[in-house]
C-alpha cells in the first residue's frame, strides 16, 4: 500500500504521560500535514514540512506539541505530559506542492 | 482572512435523488485550488474532487460534479443519484497560495433508504 500511513492507530494513555505518533506520507510528497479532529466538529490544523522544513504551527498549539520531519521523509508528533483534552483523533495527510492532500487513517487519542 | 464556510450543518435526502452542498470561501488569491473531501463514519477522509480556479469547466468525477461560481466565490457539490455510501461528513477545503489549507466545518449527509 503506497497511502499515508500512521502509526499506532490507537493510543490509550495516562494524564501526564508523553506520546509519539509518527506518519509515513506518500514517498514523492514534499508537504506533510497534522490536523486534529474531535467528534462532530472538522479537522483543526496544526502544522504542516515542506520537506523536511516546519513552515507553519497553529497558534491554538500548546507548547507540549512538538513536530518534526527531520530527513524530509516520515514525521513525528510529540505531546508531553498529556491531558484529557488532548484525546481527539490525530490526522496526517500529505501532497506535492499545494495539490490534494491524502489522508491517513488517523491515531486515535485516549487521555485517561 | 482566507476562509471557507459551510453554511449546511446537516442534510437528509432520499436514495437516488440529487443533493447539492454548499460551500463558499474568501481569498484574494486569484490562482488556487479547492476540494471537496468525505470522511464516513469513523473512517478515512477522502478525496471526492477537486476544482482549479484559472479553469473555467467545472470538475466532474461519476456522480459528483461542482458548480464554481469564481466571481462570487461559490463552490457547491452536486451529488447526484445518491446512494447508501453516500452517507458521510462533506468537508470543503481550500489551498490559497501558503495557506494552511483550512477546512469548512462540514455538512453531514444522510442519505435515506
Known amino acids: 500500500d503506497t497511502g499515508v500511513s500512521q502509526d499506532p492507530r490507537h493510543k490509550i494513555t495516562k494524564r501526564g504521560q508523553n506520546v509519539t505518533f509518527r506518519c509515513d506520507p506518500i514517498s514523492e510528497h514534499n508537504r506533510l500535514y497534522w490536523y486534529r479532529q474531535t467528534l462532530g466538529q472538522g479537522p483543526e490544523f496544526l502544522t504542516y514540512f515542506q520537506n523536511e522544513a516546519q513552515l507553519e504551527k497553529s497558534r491554538l498549539l500548546s507548547d507540549r506539541f512538538s513536530a518534526e520531519r527531520p530527513k524530509g521523509s516520515f514525521s513525528t508528533l510529540e505531546i508531553q505530559r498529556t491531558e484529557q483534552g488532548d484525546s481527539a483523533m490525530y490526522l496526517c495527510a500529505s501532497s506535492f506542492h499545494d495539490t490534494e492532500a491524502f489522508f491517513g487513517q488517523g491515531t486515535r487519542l485516549t487521555v485517561v | 482572512a482566507q476562509t471557507v464556510t459551510q453554511s449546511q450543518p446537516e442534510m437528509s435526502v432520499q436514495e437516488a435523488e440529487t443533493v447539492t452542498l454548499s460551500c463558499t470561501y474568501d481569498t484574494s488569491e486569484s490562482n488556487y485550488y479547492l476540494f471537496w473531501y468525505k470522511q464516513p463514519p469513523s473512517r478515512q477522509m477522502i478525496l471526492v474532487i477537486r476544482q482549479e480556479a484559472y479553469k473555467q469547466q467545472n470538475a466532474t468525477e461519476n456522480r459528483f460534479s461542482v458548480n464554481f461560481q469564481k466571481a462570487a466565490k461559490s463552490f457547491s457539490l452536486k451529488i447526484s443519484d445518491s446512494q447508501l455510501g453516500d452517507t458521510a461528513m462533506y468537508f470543503c477545503?481550500?489551498?490559497?497560495?501558503?495557506?494552511?489549507?483550512?477546512f469548512g466545518t462540514g455538512t453531514r449527509l444522510t442519505i435515506i433508504p
Open positions: 477545503r481550500n489551498n490559497f497560495g501558503n495557506e494552511k489549507l483550512t
